[in-house]
């Protein structure tokens, strides 16, 4: 069993701080734990812009603080994502995030994230191989 807390992640290599700026996430389960997923809290800061492609990974995200909208980049469609409303990118959709204020979601990743990654020119997330 596993017991771990994001007080205890805080500034170690779990906590990831995106190059963009826009956004940092405590990695609470990576692929070493064997679970078949990760498991994030992400808050994404208030007046910025995040755009994403998952192009090799499936996400769930759930809202638990703040509010921002989403558009899904292929279709143009746009949603207003607040506390209790999810969003999966099961398609791998290229979408934007622009959050209104502070914008605190708890992330699932399929396959699992290394604690690694971070999004490259085009959005993605690469697929890192586990070390060790």
């Known amino acids: ?16 701080r995106a190059a963009s700026g826009t956004w940092e ?4 389960v990576l692929a070493g734990e064997k679970a078949g997923f990760s ?11 995040t755009s994403m492609w998952y192009a090799h990974h499936v996400e769930a995200v759930l ?4 509010a921002a909208e989403l558009t899904n980049d292929e279709t143009g469609e746009t949603h207003w994502i607040t506390p209790g409303t999810m969003y999966l990118l099961d398609r791998h959709e290229r979408h934007t995030l622009r959050p209104k204020t502070d914008f605190r ?11 690694r990654e971070d ?4 959005g993605v ?7 060790g």
């Open 39 to 49: 498991l994030h809290e992400t808050l994404l800061y208030a007046g910025t812009e």
């Open 125 to 131: 997330y690469p697929l890192l191989p586990e070390e």
């Open 63 to 66: 809202c638990v603080a703040g």
């Open 25 to 28: 996430s405590k990695r609470i």
């Open 119 to 122: 999004h490259d020119e085009n």
């Open 1 to 16: 069993m596993i017991v771990r807390s994001f007080a205890e992640i805080q500034n170690t290599e779990r906590h990831v």
């Open 105 to 115: 979601c708890v992330c699932v990743f399929n396959p699992p994230l290394t604690g």
